[in-house]
């Protein structure tokens, strides 16, 4: 049912571009758009027909997985299957996505189909699937939902426990252990722990620095429960807090709760961009906060829609992003706050609850 309305969606917006039929290759779109999560396969979806292109190793997974698709046995590379497939398909355009094609696949591709004389004409086509992505279903929202739940239970039970002297390679390890035990899948992306200087870097990663008092430390992180991610950021300081750190702190928190009250339907990324950077900007520290505001978070841990100065696309109902200004002082350490936000009923609901200091 899920999978059948994602095609419906899919099928339409080709229709729209006017293209006859796309070959998906990106791993989240292939899940996305199959239910199949095998690391290897492709789909080759027209008006008509919906294929699974996928090896030896994952056939059966495939037949499982993907019951709305007719699974295709393939060997070698692309260019070694596709021109007899789109032959017997009678294609004579075929989209594919271009930012997960390499230059020579797609080399040996259009040589492959020159050699057969084949009709197809081959054309990018990117971000249909991943625009179809940025609106959540409820069942996604759902786990999503609870991929953040998981990463607040165990950024508070972590943070309890840290203290000066403890390396950040040992918090981070504490962090992935802990998000492990309470039922996340393989963490989404590299946890940052980045204490005094490192947290000046916007990704540090995390090193065998000794954290130290009265120190910021900067923690990103995320949980995934079946295929979805979380994505959060805290910055705490253990001991005594100094001037710089209160204030910068106090910037970051209000510009954050600036962009989260200018969200409403059709808001743009870069208007509630715009909200947090003014107010970070008025306080002096523009030029520290050099990053977007935020990002889409689902299968993938950074997806659609940006939020950032140059995103003009409306934010609407079903969008979860994250909102996550910080400030960078080199030699001095940094700040930021990250929270997901759902767009439901034309408001931004939080969804990370994990304490801030
Ligand atoms: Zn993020």
């Known amino acids: 049912m899920r999978i059948a309305n994602r095609l419906q969606n899919l099928r339409q917006a ?44 994952y056939i059966e997974q495939a037949k499982a997985q993907a019951p709305d698709y007719e699974i295709r046995r393939i060997a070698g590379n692309v ?8 032959a017997e398909l009678r294609l004579t355009s075929l989209s594919f996505e271009a930012a997960h094609t390499t230059c020579a696949a797609y080399r040996q591709l259009d040589a492959a189909l020159d050699k057969t004389k084949s009709q197809v004409k081959l054309s990018p086509l990117d971000g249909l699937v991943e625009s179809l992505r940025a609106i959540k279903e409820p069942e996604e929202i759902n786990l999503i939902r609870q991929a953040a739940e998981l990463a607040d239970a165990a950024y508070e039970y972590v943070e309890a426990g840290i203290q000066a002297g403890m390396t950040e390679k040992e918090v981070a390890w504490e962090i992935e252990k802990t998000l492990r035990e309470k039922g996340s899948q393989t963490i989404p992306f590299d946890i940052i722990v980045a204490s005094g200087p490192n947290a000046a870097l916007p ?46 702190y106090g910037i970051v928190l209000k510009a954050q709760q600036a962009a989260i009250s200018s969200i409403k339907e059709g808001v743009t990324g870069e208007e509630v961009d715009a909200a947090a950077r003014k107010y970070v900007e008025d306080a ?3 030029e520290a906060f050099g990053h977007g505001l935020g990002h889409g978070v689902g299968l993938a841990a950074h997806e659609l829609p940006h939020v950032a100065p140059d995103s003009s696309e ?9 909102v996550e200004p910080g400030i960078y002082l080199a030699e001095w350490g940094g700040v930021r706050i990250e929270d997901m936000v759902l767009m439901e009923n034309g408001e931004a609901r939080v969804l990370s609850q994990a304490r801030r200091i």
């Open 14 to 57: 080709l229709a729209a571009k006017a293209s006859e039929a796309i070959l998906i290759s990106q791993p989240e779109n292939r899940f996305y758009l199959s239910g199949f999560d095998g690391s290897a396969g492709y789909l080759l979806i027209t008006p008509q027909t919906a294929l699974l292109a996928t090896d030896f190793r």
């Open 79 to 86: 260019a070694d299957w596709l021109p007899g497939l789109a």
């Open 203 to 248: 990704h540090a990663r995390p090193t065998s620095r000794v954290i130290g008092h009265g120190e910021p430390i900067v923690i990103d992180m995320g949980a995934r429960i079946d295929g979805y991610c979380s994505d959060l950021s805290r910055t705490l300081c253990p001991g005594k807090r100094d001037d710089r750190f209160n204030e910068v």
């Open 314 to 322: 409306p934010l609407i109902d079903g969008m979860i992003f994250t």
């Open 284 to 286: 002096g520290y523009g």
